[in-house]
């Protein structure tokens, strides 16, 4: 398994395997594991080698966005065509709307934290688990990509090209033309 998850432990940075709960894992749960492993590797922090690669195409190819077999086929994703995809696809939330034991590979929900207008786009992060200290997975402009807590988030962003706290917005994908996740395994009766 890669060692790639970066925690910190008393000072200083520690190696440890991306371990999902697996406990109520599907099949999509585990490819968004295995896109997150491999934009890791890729990406890592220490090693920043696609510098080019926009937060945009980090977070839409982990969410399986585009039909592609790996990261390195993905075509990259402009600031433009990221709002395009954002308008047409997700739909804006409060934080309080995203479950507190919210985990990205044991639900069929999915979430971005969308920093920046929404109609320009500074930045993307995937809302990967909520009881995480660090829930957001995203690849920062400089630094290649990790997990974050949203005060790095806030440190990173705030104050960049106008960017205030009221710039941090939530998303979840939109289901249209299929059953929400949230209804699978309900029964509707209508009555006329």
Same mark, same amino acid.
């Given at each position: 398994?890669?060692?790639?998850?970066?925690? #910190?432990?008393?000072?200083? &940075?520690?190696? /440890?395997?991306?371990?999902?709960?697996?406990? !109520?894992?599907?099949?999509?749960? @585990?490819?968004?594991?295995?896109?997150?492993?491999?934009?890791?590797?890729?990406?890592?922090?220490?090693?920043?080698?696609?510098?080019?690669?926009?937060?945009?195409?980090?977070?839409?190819?982990?969410?399986?966005?585009?039909?592609?077999?790996?990261?390195?086929?993905?075509?990259?994703?402009?600031?433009?065509?990221?709002?395009?995809?954002?308008?047409?696809?997700?739909? #804006?939330?409060?934080?309080? &709307?995203?479950? /507190?034991?919210?985990?990205?590979?044991?639900? !069929?929900?999915?979430?971005?934290? @969308?920093?920046?207008?929404?109609?320009?786009?500074?930045?993307?992060?995937?809302?990967?688990?909520?009881?995480?200290?660090?829930?957001?997975?995203?690849?920062?402009?400089?630094?290649?990509?990790?997990?974050?807590?949203?005060?790095?988030?806030?440190?990173?962003?705030?104050?960049?090209?106008?960017?205030?706290?009221?710039?941090?917005?939530?998303?979840?994908?939109?289901?249209?033309?299929?059953?929400?996740?949230?209804?699978?395994?309900?029964?509707?009766?209508?009555?006329?």
């Amino acid at each position: 398994m890669q060692m790639n998850l970066r925690h #910190e432990v008393a000072g200083a &940075e520690t190696s /440890k395997p991306f371990q999902p709960r697996t406990v !109520k894992m599907d099949h999509e749960g @585990v490819l968004i594991s295995e896109r997150m492993a491999e934009i890791m590797s890729m990406c890592d922090r220490n090693n920043p080698i696609y510098e080019q690669i926009s937060s945009y195409s980090v977070a839409l190819y982990t969410l399986g966005f585009f039909d592609c077999p790996d990261f390195m086929s993905f075509q990259d994703v402009s600031d433009d065509e990221a709002a395009g995809i954002l308008n047409a696809n997700f739909s #804006e939330i409060d934080f309080d &709307e995203i479950p /507190k034991n919210y985990h990205i590979a044991e639900s !069929k929900e999915r979430y971005l934290l @969308v920093i920046g207008d929404p109609l320009f786009p500074k930045h993307f992060a995937v809302v990967s688990d909520r009881r995480s200290s660090r829930p957001y997975f995203s690849k920062l402009p400089f630094f290649g990509t990790g997990y974050d807590s949203m005060d790095e988030l806030i440190k990173e962003f705030a104050g960049i090209d106008g960017v205030t706290l009221d710039d941090f917005h939530f998303y979840q994908k939109d289901w249209y033309g299929q059953i929400p996740p949230s209804c699978l395994g309900k029964i509707y009766i209508v009555k006329d």
